[in-house]
């Protein structure tokens, strides 16, 4: 059990670029959740798979966002046309089915300059 | 009313005495909670979770469940320095996947 595993753990961007990050979860874990934090706030939804398919998504989750799972492994959160408030840190949790308990990889830290 | 409240502190605890952590929810549909302990910089970190009335005990952590007065609270014994964190409270509705979390209370261990 390595974990989850999110990567970058930085990204520094400048406004209008696009960006991707990537999680990886636990293995055996079917259910994958994206979040977003900002300073001195607790983490905040914004999208849900179970295996591949993307059942709940956020409307903080804007038309500039999109997230996928292929095959139900890994999953990408694109953020397209970057803006400043986008900067904060992105959570990925993952949880085993029939357990309710999620764990978070060590988050992506995005900054847009 | 936010769904999920806690006292963002800071709460400061001399080392070795008990650290208690409340939070409160309005979801009375609420039925699984849990705590995550967070270092400054850091991803949120799984501690405890509880699902029925009561207290639940993990070592030096306690969770205690009052769904009637829709409280949570985390007590940790035998605080240590190294207990300094901010502490999230987090609760799943029935029928909800996603965890809706407070705010946040950071503690502090006085040595």
């Known amino acids: 059990d390595t974990g989850v595993s999110q990567d970058p753990r930085h990204k520094i961007t400048k406004r209008g670029q696009n960006v991707t990050f990537r999680c990886d979860p636990i293995?055996?874990?079917?259910?994958l959740y994206w979040y977003r934090q900002t300073l001195g706030q607790g983490p905040e939804f914004l999208t849900y798979f179970q295996n591949e398919a993307q059942l709940e998504k956020s409307r903080l989750l804007s038309d500039r966002f999109s997230a996928e799972r292929p095959k139900g492994s890994f999953s990408t959160l694109e953020i397209q046309r970057t803006e400043q408030g986008d900067s904060a840190m992105y959570l990925c949790a993952s949880s085993r089915r029939g357990y309710q308990e999620a764990f978070f990889g060590q988050g992506t830290r995005l900054t847009v300059v | 009313q936010k769904e999920v409240e806690q006292n963002s502190g800071p709460l400061s605890v001399p080392e070795g005495a008990i650290a208690s952590l409340n939070c409160t929810y309005s979801d009375r549909g609420s039925q699984s909670f849990f705590w995550y302990r967070q270092y400054s910089g850091k991803s949120p970190e799984l501690i405890m979770s509880?699902?029925?009335?009561g207290d639940k005990e993990d070592g030096r952590f306690t969770a205690q469940l009052n769904k009637a007065s829709q409280y949570v609270s985390l007590l940790i014994r035998d605080s240590q320095p190294s207990d300094s964190a901010t502490y999230l409270c987090?609760?799943?509705?029935?029928?909800?996947?996603?965890?809706?979390f407070g705010t946040g209370t950071r503690l502090t261990i006085i040595p």
């Open positions: 509880i699902y029925s009335n």
């Open positions: 987090a609760v799943l509705n029935f029928g909800n996947e996603k965890l809706t």
């Open positions: 293995s055996e874990h079917n259910r």
